[in-house]
């Protein structure tokens, strides 16, 4: 007992009583922590900000949807914009031709008269004479836009079938569409003069590409007849003068290879409708008046025809149209006359 009480005054004695821990050891499965030297990331020497730009224009592409014109774009911004040739730009036409005459007659009723209007469908012959043509027109002032894909496409036909077989080409679409029109002017007309050798026409595709057409047409006024704007002093081959659903209108037949589903799918067409309505209404030969257009573009292979109807309202924005290429073949003419006198 005393040598315990010994003890303990000894203990009491001392400054500090602790026991120091043993250093902790840690274990790692991984290799890169033996010792072995770090490897550096050749990414973190590039010059990031002489790319910055680079990166940022591949950046705002990721995520967005691809498109024609976002990879136009893309390509625009990485080479640069693409040079290539063009056709020429579309001239532009100026608002109002010079000499403004109206489309329609004043002194003709757009309501039917039964004692004026013929009781046969009127087919009055076409005088060759000095008067020009619509179709001459149309040809002597088609824009350098028209005249360069026209050119493109002989070319290309040419060297498909060669000259001579480009001539029988175009000399088998005349002819069909020929057969077309005398086909037509049979089964519109009440005499039915279609000859027996010539009925298998009415089996054509082009025939029966028509037939739902036909069915909204009645009321022929007339068929493959001449008109004459007296006053304007041109000339024309109207294809017929019938009422479309109950609205009188000059009608064209067209044929084409190719599907033409929208009026400006026609190309002039339009204006060669409405120097026919223009014409009529001016012509004394013709009792009525005509205020509506229709173009009809038949296929070949019997599919649907596209009727492209055309109101007095769209009749009126290509009468404007017309009287430009009107103007601009008279003075084209005048000119031509003036050199051949010098």
């Known amino acids: ?30 290799s890169y922590l033996c010792g072995r030297k770090k490897r550096v990331n050749p990414y973190e020497q590039v010059d990031q900000e002489k790319y910055s730009d680079l990166v940022r224009s591949v950046l705002s592409f990721r995520g967005h949807a691809r498109t024609p014109q976002s990879l136009f774009e893309e390509d625009a911004l990485l080479y640069g914009p693409v040079s290539k040739s063009k056709a020429p730009k579309q001239e532009e036409e100026a608002g109002v031709p010079q000499n403004w005459f109206p489309l329609f007659n004043p002194e003709k009723s757009i309501k039917p008269d039964p004692a004026r209007d013929p009781p046969v469908p009127l087919k009055i012959p076409l005088q060759r004479n000095a008067i020009p043509s619509v179709t001459r027109v149309l040809q002597q002032t ?28 175009t000399s088998n ?70 009422d479309y659903q109950g609205k009188l209108c000059v009608i064209d037949w067209k044929t084409s290879e190719k599907p033409k589903p929208f009026i400006r799918n ?32 038949a296929y070949k292979n019997g599919s649907p025809a596209h009727p492209h109807f055309m109101d007095a309202e769209l009749c009126s924005q290509y009468w404007a149209k017309w009287l430009l290429r009107l103007e601009e073949y008279t003075k084209k003419e005048k000119n031509q006359n003036i050199q051949k006198l010098d």
């Open 142 to 169: 088609m824009t350098s836009e028209q005249t360069f894909y026209l050119e493109k496409w002989r070319q290309r036909m040419i060297l498909e079938l060669g000259e001579d077989g480009f001539a029988e080409y």
């Open 266 to 297: 026609t190309f002039d067409n339009p204006l060669q409708v409405v120097a026919y309505v223009g014409a009529v209404n001016h012509d004394a030969n013709y009792s009525f008046q005509v205020q509506c257009g229709l173009i009809v573009v």
């Open 1 to 30: 007992m005393e040598v315990f009480q010994t003890v303990c005054r000894q203990l009491q004695s001392s400054k500090r009583f602790f026991v120091e821990a043993a250093p902790r050891v840690v274990f790692s499965t991984s």
């Open 173 to 242: 679409m005349f002819l069909q569409g020929k057969q077309f029109h005398e086909a037509l002017e049979s089964i519109l007309s009440p005499q039915g003069n279609l000859k027996e050798r010539d009925e298998s026409l009415l089996e054509s595709g082009y025939i029966q590409s028509v037939q739902h057409v036909l069915k909204d047409i009645s009321g022929v006024r007339a068929l493959e007849s001449a008109v004459k704007h007296e006053t304007l002093q041109y000339v024309g081959l109207l294809d017929c003068v019938a």
